[in-house]
């Protein structure tokens, strides 16, 4: 009997949209969050702060909320990228760590954004990534699902959007494209996405595959699956 699929949470995405079934197997136990995950939350609160308060110098504990010390060097970058975000913003608000839940058939796609403001008729979606992994910018499902959430919450406000910007912010790791990477979609693609989600979710109540690819570096069904132990 197939598991009913209640929920994904978006920054999983990109893992189901390239194995649906991985959901199917026996996972291992949640290990709790790694070191680079806690450092990324604790730099995220406080950038988080900074535009809410709306300065450089935010009035913030010495630890975020998951206890992760917050240091200079990570205050040195959240700056960095506060001063971008403003730029863009162009003075319009800026909403930060919003949920924007959406349902995709019967299952909820779940998701808190960094970053989002709406700039004339176009939706920007921003992600301060703190890690040394490279994470790019373009087919980026996580920031995917965070504009169609955002999108449809839009919606429910009477704002109408045509295109969408996602923004990744990775000050510390080398990628040539630099240090912030832009990629530039419009509403319909935007829509042709969502499309791809429900119909993904679909495949996987009707059998769906599993398949082996970049997403399965970070799997929980890793060493449960026959796919990537033949691999």
Known sequence: MTPDLKEIRCSSLHRFMTCV???????????????P???GTAIGEYLSEMIRQGTETPNFGVNATNGYFVNDDMK????????????????NQIETEERIDWMAD???????????FVVGNTLHVEDLKYG???????QNWQLIGYAIGQHKRLLTKGI?????VFR???????HPEGPIRTWTITKDELIGYYHQVV??????????????????????AAAACPALNKA
Not at 132 to 138: A, L, N, S
Not at 160 to 164: P, T
Not at 168 to 174: D, E, G, L, M
Not at 202 to 218: F, I, N
């Open 21 to 35: 079934d991985h959901l199917k197997l026996h996972l291992r136990e949640p290990q709790g969050d790694s070191e």
């Open 37 to 39: 995950a806690r450092e």
């Open 76 to 91: 040195f970058y959240a700056r960095e990228t506060y001063r971008d975000v403003l730029a863009s913003a162009q003075g």
């Open 106 to 116: 019967s299952t909820t796609i779940r998701g808190q954004f960094d970053i989002s």
């Open 132 to 138: 040394w992994g490279i994470v790019d910018v373009k």
């Open 160 to 164: 109408y959007i045509d295109n969408v």
């Open 168 to 174: 990744i912010h990775q000050p510390r790791a080398y």
């Open 199 to 220: 119909a993904q979710v679909r495949a996987y109540h009707s059998g769906g595959a599993l398949v082996t690819g970049s997403a399965c570096k970070y799997c929980d």
